[in-house]
Structures are given as structure tokens and as C-alpha cells.
């Protein structure tokens, strides 16, 4: 039997699942005439740029409208007819085919949550029909460096029941050796944090939000920046774990009257430039997302030029994952990394040219995953797949979470010597 009948795409199928959030999503495997299997179920976001690729939903009253089962017919209806024969080892025209298929610029006509699913099973399928880990086979020989983890372990904004305005607040372990000094310092800094913030704040404090992280009863950005540092001195960090932001500004942002609501204050964008500075001057902060509304781009131009020597300026609801936006931000100079969220973009194909545009421009790359997340464990081989040396992937708590860093500590065993952290 030939290699390209091995790879053929036999069969596609899609059903529907539960995400995290209890929200219903999408899952597709892809079966390939070797009986090589691959599938993928797609995460979803709370807080979505409005650039963001559409992903279907059902409508209507049953699940909240939440139903995926129009995005389960796209996959089963539209697309597996003409993917059935194609060779799965080509992603780029299998990608291609599906947004062909789609034939709108946002993929709103099939889903990008469908046309998702199926572009990253069908890589999956073809790792598996080769025999070799995911991430070589999209990275190749080259793939080997983990990347420091972003952990959001104070959750805000639209993740979570407080009034904290700005949505995470994370700790860096990055001054270690390899990925495992550095997941498991980050497991003791949370750890102390809970006992923290259950001794300060009471039991309802150490609740968590959609991704792992607490959830305690703060108002303002400096209460939750001073309990993580108190943590981090506690385990004898200082130094060594770091802090960052994502502040989902387009949550807090009142487009009417061109405001932001945080800290129960009022701030234009020139005053919430100074109140991001003064964090900056306090706190050992070494990366902030989206400081701005996402379509504020001379803000964040301006914010870049005054802080990139300090901090890593990220786009998520700015970038969204496109390269038509993405190019927007390096022509103007307005931020320093892309951060990679492939359900932002619909497929693995386009992901990577983001990705890639991001690099040759001189941007650093974070991989993410979603608030609404599923215990498929991609992102892990994404990231080393493209040396990045960065990953969000949420608190160390909750299994959608954990399957991703523990994904990436046997990826790191796998790797051996070849292994190396990104710190």
C-alpha cells in the first residue's frame, strides 16, 4: 500500500460535548484509510475580540442557544463529503478546502468552531498514521524548547464574580532550569496563595473562576498584585517568579463615552496610560496584554513605545490570530508578541502563518488556550512545535487546565537532553 492511500481520509465525524464552562462544543475525529485516528474538541472564549472568526451556534431556547449541532452538521453534511479520499498528510490543502468551503471572511457560514475541529484532527490523524509525537510533526526535527507557563491564578473581568476589573492576574516561574523546576514552583506559589486568601479573606475567597484561578472578594488591581507577591516571598521566590497582566481592556471599556470603569474609577485612555505606569513602576511585571479597547491602536502604539524595554506588549483582541490584523500592529510599531489562539483564526494552516509573520517581524509568540477549555492537551504540542517559549494555559488546578502542563512534562521527558526550557 502506497503512503498517500495509507493517509487518505476514510471517514469524519463530529459530535457534540461539554466544555469546561458546561457549555455544549464541538468534537471531530478524523479516520484515515490505515485506521489512524486523530480528533479534536474546540475550546471557546468569555471575553472574545470582535474580530474573532464566527463559531456556529444553535440558537434559540434549548441549551441557552448554546447548541453546537448546526457546526456537527457543517462537518457531517458540507465538509466530510469533500475531504473523503484527500491526502491528510497535505494540511495546507486540506485547510484550504475548508476555507474555500466556507467562503465567507469570518468562516460564519460553516463555523470556525467546525472548520477547526476538523483542521487540527486531521493533523492529529496524520502524527498518528507516521507514528510520531504532534508536535515533530509540525515542528519537525527543530522542536524542542518547553516554554515558561503563564499561570493565571487571580481571575477578573469577565472570568470570574468579582470586581476586579482587569481579567488575569498571572505569575511567571521563569528564572529555573527546566519546565518541571518551573510548573512545580509555580504549583507552590498557588498553593500558598489559596492559604493565603483563605486566611485573609475567608473560605469564598479560594473559590475559582473559569480557569483555575481564585476568585476572592478584591476591587482593585493592587490588592491582587500584593497577594501574589506575598505569596511568591512566602515559598522564597522573589526573583525568580515574576508577575503579568491580562487586561482584557474591551471588558471594562465604555465605547460610547471612550472610558474605561476600573478600580471604581473613571479614566480616560491618557489616564489609564499613568495608572498602567504606576503598576509598572511597583510591581515586577514583565508582560501585559491588550492594555487598550482593540480597535484603540494608537494607544497601545503609544503604550508599546513607552514600556516595550520593561514589558512584553501582547495582543490577543487586537491580533486575533489574523494576519490582515496582525500586520496592522507591526507596521505602526503597536505591540511586541502575538498571542496564538487558534480558535481566534479557524485553522492550524492560518495559525501558523500568524505565528510565523510574528517571528520574522521580530514579535515573540505566546500559545493560549480558552476560558471555556476541554481536556485535549494541543496547545501543549503547539507550543514546542514552534519553539515559542511561552503558553497561557491557566492556573495549575482543573483538569482542562493540568492536562496541558502535563502533557508538556512528559513532552520534556520524551524530549531528554534535547529539552531545552525557555526561561
Known sequence: MSLSKDFSIKDVTARQIIDSRGNPTIE??????????????????????????????????????????????????????????????????????LVELDGTPNKSFLGANAILGVSVATAKAAANGLGIPLYRY????????????????????????????????????????????????????????????RSKLGRSSVNVGDEGGFAPPLKRSEEALNYLLNAIDEVGYSGKVFLALDCAASEFYDEKEKIYRIDGRILSPEELMEYYSELLSKYPIISVEDPFFE??????????????????????????????????????????????????????????????????????????????????????????????GQIKAGAPARGERISKYNRLLRIEEELGSQAVFAR
Open 295 to 388: 480597535d484603540d491602536w494608537e494607544s497601545l502604539k503609544e503604550f508599546t513605545s513607552r514600556f516595550k524595554d520593561k514589558v512584553q506588549v501582547v495582543g490577543d483582541d487586537y491580533f486575533v490570530t489574523n494576519v490582515n490584523r496582525l500586520r496592522v500592529g507591526i507596521e505602526m510599531g503597536a505591540g511586541t508578541a502575538l498571542l496564538l489562539k487558534i480558535n481566534q483564526i479557524g485553522t492550524l494552516t492560518e495559525a501558523l502563518e500568524a505565528a510565523n509573520m510574528a517571528f520574522r517581524s521580530g514579535y515573540r509568540v505566546m500559545v493560549s488556550h480558552r476560558s471555556g477549555e476541554t481536556t485535549d492537551d494541543f496547545i501543549a504540542d503547539l507550543s514546542v512545535s514552534l519553539n515559542t
Open 28 to 97: 471531530v475525529e478524523v479516520i484515515l484509510s490505515s485506521g489512524a485516528r486523530g480528533s479534536f474538541s474546540v475550546p471557546a472564549g468569555a471575553s472574545k475580540g470582535k474580530h474573532e472568526a464566527v463559531e456556529l451556534r444553535d440558537g434559540g431556547k434549548y441549551l441557552k442557544g448554546k447548541g453546537v449541532l448546526k457546526a456537527v452538521r457543517s462537518v457531517l453534511d458540507y465538509i466530510r463529503p469533500y475531504l473523503l479520499g484527500k491526502n491528510a498528510l497535505d494540511q495546507a490543502d486540506i485547510d484550504k478546502t
Open 138 to 197: 509540525i515542528g519537525g526535527v527543530n522542536a524542542r524548547v518547553l516554554p515558561v507557563p503563564f499561570m493565571n491564578v487571580i481571575n477578573g473581568g469577565a472570568h470570574a464574580g468579582n470586581e476586579l476589573a482587569i481579567q488575569e492576574f498571572m505569575i511567571v516561574p521563569k528564572e529555573f532550569d527546566t519546565f518541571r523546576e518551573a510548573l512545580f514552583a509555580g504549583v507552590e506559589v498557588y498553593m500558598e496563595l489559596r492559604e493565603i486568601l
